[in-house]
């Protein structure tokens, strides 16, 4: 099930999306009755997706995320793979949705796309035993780590590096059903091929990071777990479409603007 967030008419609604392009009439939103965290039910009243503007799948408390869980990507940067995951924090207002743009910082010359798998969480939770992480998934959605690495690399810890407002676009939406195992993940740059790898290549596995980074905080329902990107990022400029296309899930596409 592929769960969205839109607003239409001013309103902001969660709906199941139903069909897809090459349904006659294209994909609808089955408006919820209620929220995606608890049980719901469908109204029944649908809309044409195209007729509303997909907001972030999740407002997330905190978005947890992780570096170098690719070992080709760990490489291209000239790092070692990590003996212990690197886990760190993007703040709630670093998050956008498809369609937003994202505003160059004003403290970098190179900002760069990193296309990953986010989970979204669904439960809130804690030092989750492995066998208990599939219980706490709401779901999946394709996410961008954007990253200004000059400023990462000149400083010490990765909080503005990565932590700028819209360096977190999420979306389109929720699936709900998938097994995070081996999803092809690719990223393009104005329609050229930038990423592409599969979550199979993942050093850390879904279930290893979420027992991980539960050892330590709790996760809300509608945080976000980033796990980390796969090899080929690289620079984003002023006027690029940058688009993360995850198998499964559907495509995340946003344009880079000059920050006003
Ligand atoms: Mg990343």
Request: net charge negative; charged share 25%.
């Amino acid at each position: 099930m592929r769960i969205a967030r839109f607003s239409i008419d001013g309103n902001v609604a969660f709906g199941v999306v139903e069909g897809d392009a090459s349904t006659e009439g294209g994909p609808v939103l089955d408006i919820i009755k209620g929220h995606p965290f608890a049980e719901f039910e469908r109204s029944g009243r649908k809309i044409p997706l195209d007729k509303v503007r997909l907001l972030p799948p999740v407002l997330p408390n905190k978005v947890v995320a992780v570096g170098r869980n690719y070992t080709e990507h760990a490489a291209e940067l000239g790092n070692e793979l990590p003996d212990a995951p690197v886990i760190f924090l993007k703040p709630s207002t670093a998050v956008i949705g498809p369609g937003d743009a994202i505003p160059y910082p004003s403290f970098s010359q190179e900002v760069h796309h990193e296309a990953e798998l986010a989970v979204v969480i669904g439960r809130m939770c804690r030092e989750v035993p492995r066998e208990r992480v599939k219980d706490v998934i709401l779901g999946y959605t394709c996410a961008n780590d954007v990253t200004a690495r000059d400023a990462q690399k000149r400083e010490q810890q990765w909080g503005r590096a990565k932590g700028f407002d819209g360096s977190c676009p999420l979306g389109p939406w929720v699936e709900t059903e998938l097994d995070p195992g081996d999803l092809g993940i690719m990223c393009t740059v104005n329609g050229e091929q930038r990423q592409l790898g599969s979550t199979s290549d993942m050093v850390r596995s879904v279930e290893d990071l979420i027992v991980h980074i539960t050892e330590a905080m709790t996760l809300l329902p509608g945080d976000v777990v980033l796990t980390g990107t796969p090899a080929g990022v690289g620079p984003l400029n002023v006027g690029d479409e940058v688009a993360v296309t995850i198998e499964g899930i559907g495509t995340l596409t946003n344009k880079v603007i000059k920050r006003g």
